[in-house]
């Protein structure tokens, strides 16, 4: 029974966790342009909603990290 996890469990790893690191950066260089957009127009509801979309993004794969680093 655990034999037949095996194989999904490898290939939630290789697509998932594999390139945590450069998924964290990618995230927060995009959290940060769209902040820095955000700066220039605060009261843009489509951005204050882009904002949070992708700040959960980045939160999310921050936590995956750090546990894998545990």
């Known amino acids: 029974m655990l ?3 095996r194989g999904p469990l490898r290939k939630l790893n290789r697509d998932k966790y594999a390139a945590i690191h450069e998924q964290q950066i990618t995230a927060r260089i995009q959290l940060e342009k769209v902040q820095s957009e955000l700066h220039g127009n605060p009261r843009d509801e489509d951005l204050l909603a882009h904002e949070k979309v992708v700040r959960d993004i980045y939160l999310e794969i921050l936590k995956s990290s ?3 680093l545990k």
């Open 3 to 5: 034999n037949d996890l």
């Open 66 to 68: 750090l546990t894998f």
